[in-house]
T-cell receptor, first 115, second 111 residues
Framework: DQQVKQNSPSLSVQEGRISILNCDYT??????FLWYKKYPAEGPTFLIS?????DKNEDGRFTVFLNKSAKHLSLHIVPSQPGDSAVYFC??????????????FGGGTRLMVKP | DVKVTQSSRYLVKRTGEKVFLECVQD?????MFWYRQDPGLGLRLIYF???????EKGDIPEGYSVSREKKERFSLILESASTNQTSMYLC??????????FGDGTRLSIL
């Protein structure tokens, strides 16, 4: 049973427009959420994170929103650029995870930004 | 900058072979992880380690074992490789509660 779900396997957006990637979770013990970006033939790289005490975190063109009551988070990219084309993974960490900083990952969403 | 190095980018092995995947990090991180990535399933945790000689099972440990004899090195072992272990394997490390840093992965094919 997947505790972190990304229901859209792919998303296509025009350059300059907004990209919105969604993620849902089921475990109410998750207290910290991260987004990773992955290019082909490379490992995932950390993009942005948010703690459960916040509902928004912004870093340049990237903003993550957290809706705890809906157990939903989203990543907004504005404006989207062709170099943003990659697979994006949502990940979550549980509050009582006192051993090793374990993360649970979603299945990923492939974003394609068309010039 | 954190560097996580996986010993092979591509590996082809035969069914029944014992396979070793090596991972080294250069930032003195306490935590190290092994994942496999499969289409639609995201990254699934196989094993992790939070200290030398310590290991914990992740979500899919069956058919795998690990070794951490030195802080910087974390090895994944496929005891008897099977075709369903064909996958992309990713190693990661982190310092306590900080975001994990990943290597570039090993694409393993079992024939």
């Amino acid at each position: 049973d997947q505790q972190v779900k990304q229901n859209s396997p792919s998303l296509s957006v025009q350059e300059g427009r907004i990209s919105i990637l969604n993620c849902d979770y089921t475990n109410s013990m998750f207290d910290y959420f991260l987004w990773y970006k992955k290019y082909p033939a490379e490992g995932p790289t950390f993009l942005i994170s948010i703690s459960s005490i916040k509902d928004k975190n912004e870093d340049g063109r990237f903003t993550v929103f957290l809706n705890k009551s809906a157990k939903h988070l989203s990543l907004h990219i504005v404006p989207s650029q062709p170099g943003d084309s990659a697979v994006y993974f949502c990940a979550a960490r549980a509050l009582n995870n006192n051993a090793g900083n374990m993360l649970t990952f979603g299945g990923g969403t492939r974003l394609m930004v068309k010039p | 900058d954190v560097k996580v190095t996986q010993s092979s980018r591509y590996l082809v092995k035969r069914t029944g072979e014992k396979v070793f995947l090596e991972c080294v990090q250069d930032m003195d991180h306490e935590n190290m992880f092994w994942y496999r990535q499969d289409p639609g399933l995201g990254l699934r945790l196989i094993y992790f380690s939070y200290d030398v000689k310590m290991k914990e099972k992740g979500d899919i440990p069956e058919g795998y074992s690990v070794s951490r004899e030195k802080k910087e090195r974390f090895s994944l072992i496929l005891e008897s490789a099977s075709t369903n272990q064909t996958s992309m394997y990713l190693c990661a490390s982190s310092d306590r509660a900080q975001p994990q840093h990943f290597g570039d992965g090993t694409r393993l094919s079992i024939l």
